[in-house]
Antibody, heavy 122, light 111 residues
Framework: EVQLLESGGGLGQPGGSLRLSCAASGFTFSSYAMSWARQAPGKGPEWVST????????YYADSMKGRFTISRDNSKNTVYLQMNSLRAEDTAVYYC???????????????WGKGTTVTVSS | QSVLTQPPSVSGAPGQRVTISCTGITSTIGAGYDVHWYQQLPGTAPKLLIY???NRPSGVPDRFSGSKSGTSASLAITGLQAEDEADYYCQSYDSSLSGYVFGTGTKVTVL
C-alpha cells in the first residue's frame, strides 16, 4: 500500500523558512515523480511543485518560483520542500503526492498524503 | 482566480445522475492537455477519481466517468449515493503559466 507521510509543518514567521519532508513507502520511489500541493483554509487545492523521478526536472507554480525549492533523496525515499521568504498567504495544508503520468505536462496527483499544516504569522 | 471554471454546486437525489463541468481556455483543456478529477470528502485529502480525461484508477466505482470536448471536460456521477457528497475538482495543465491548475471546485449535495 502506498503511504506518504508529511512532516515539518508548524508556525513560521513572515520572511522566515520552513522545510517540509514527505516519507514515502509501498512503491518504488525512484521510479515516480513527486509533487507538492497546498490548500488554504476554505479554498481549493493549488499545485505547488513537481520533481521528476531522477530529480533532474523541477517545476514550480509562478508564485513559488524563487522562494520554494523541491528536492528528493531516492536513497531515503523522501521528497522535500524548502520554503523561504514565507508570506501570510502561504498558510495552508501542504500535501505530498505520488505523481501519475510519465512526464510533464501529463503529471497528475495519483496518491495524496494526509498533509501537514503551515501557518505563517508573527 | 482559476483558469478552470466549475459550477459552485450541484445536487441530486439518490440514484440520480449529475454532471460537473470544467470549462477551460485555449491554453489548458483547449490545447489538448489531459484533465483529471479529484474527490475531497470533508476533512480529508483529495483523492484521484479520473485521470487522463476518462480513466478510473483501480477501486473507483464505474459510477464515475469523465469526458472531454473542445475547451471543456465533464465528470458524471450516475446512481448518486449519499457517500458521494463531497467537493470535486478538475485539474489540467496551462501552457501560458507553464504549470498545473485546479478548477474552482464543485460541491455535490445529495438531497
Amino acid at each position: 500500500e502506498v503511504q506518504l507521510l508529511e512532516s515539518g509543518g508548524g508556525l513560521g514567521q513572515p520572511g522566515g523558512s520552513l522545510r517540509l519532508s514527505c516519507a514515502a513507502s509501498g512503491f518504488t520511489f525512484s521510479s515516480y515523480a513527486m509533487s507538492w500541493a497546498r490548500q488554504a483554509p476554505g479554498k481549493g487545492p493549488e499545485w505547488v511543485s513537481t520533481i521528476s523521478d531522477d530529480g533532474v526536472g523541477t517545476y514550480y507554480a509562478d508564485s513559488m518560483k524563487g522562494r520554494f525549492t523541491i528536492s528528493r533523496d531516492n536513497s531515503k525515499n523522501t521528497v522535500y520542500l524548502q520554503m523561504n521568504s514565507l508570506r501570510a498567504e502561504d498558510t495552508a495544508v501542504y500535501y505530498c503526492a505520488k505523481a501519475g503520468g510519465l512526464h510533464t505536462p501529463n503529471y497528475y496527483m495519483h496518491v495524496w498524503g494526509k498533509g501537514t499544516t503551515v501557518t505563517v504569522s508573527s | 482566480q482559476s483558469v478552470l471554471t466549475q459550477p459552485p454546486s450541484v445536487s441530486g437525489a439518490p440514484g440520480q445522475r449529475v454532471t460537473i463541468s470544467c470549462t477551460g481556455i485555449t491554453s489548458t483543456i483547449g490545447a489538448g492537455y489531459d484533465v483529471h478529477w479529484y474527490q475531497q470528502l470533508p476533512g480529508t485529502a483529495p483523492k484521484l477519481l479520473i485521470y487522463g480525461d476518462t480513466n478510473r484508477p483501480s477501486g473507483v466505482p464505474d459510477r464515475f466517468s469523465g469526458s472531454k470536448s473542445g475547451t471543456s471536460a465533464s465528470l458524471a456521477i450516475t446512481g448518486l449515493q449519499a457517500e458521494d457528497e463531497a467537493d470535486y475538482y478538475c485539474q489540467s495543465y496551462d501552457s501560458s503559466l507553464s504549470g498545473y491548475v485546479f478548477g474552482t471546485g464543485t460541491k455535490v449535495t445529495v438531497l
